[in-house]
Nanobody
Framework: QVQLVESGGGLVQAGGSLRLSCAASGSIFKIRVAGWYRQAPGKQRDMVAVISSGGNTNYADSVKGRFTISRDNAKNTVYLQMNSLKPEDTAVYYC?????WGKGTLVTVSS
């Protein structure tokens, strides 16, 4: 069993930055791919960024050049650095290490 706990969400003005963290505990040796997803009110949950155990990354087109995903295997933590935030980035952000999900952290970007 793997537990994922997100932190770092909050309220920020447009153009600002936030860094999300996802700490994994439990049977972490099973983690291969990890990623961040987000769900805005009334919308489906979409992939934001994913990272493999080897460090290969993939991003949604809407966040390319603004967001950076990284992982610290020694700390069992995955990060999402979010820069140049826009109001449309407002959503609950979820950490994912298939098949496990965190409970999410809310990011609100004001205009």
């Amino acid at each position: 069993q793997v537990q994922l706990v997100e932190s770092g969400g909050g309220l920020v003005q447009a153009g600002g930055s936030l860094r999300l963290s996802c700490a994994a505990s439990g049977s972490i040796f099973k983690i291969r791919v990890a990623g961040w997803y987000r769900q805005a009110p009334g919308k489906q949950r979409d992939m934001v960024a994913v990272i493999s155990s080897g460090g290969n990354t993939n991003y949604a087109d809407s966040v390319k050049g603004r967001f950076t995903i990284s992982r610290d295997n020694a700390k069992n933590t995955v990060y999402l650095q979010m820069n140049s935030l826009k109001p449309e980035d407002t959503a609950v952000y979820y950490c994912n290490a298939p098949p496990h999900w965190g409970k999410g952290t809310l990011v609100t970007v004001s205009s």
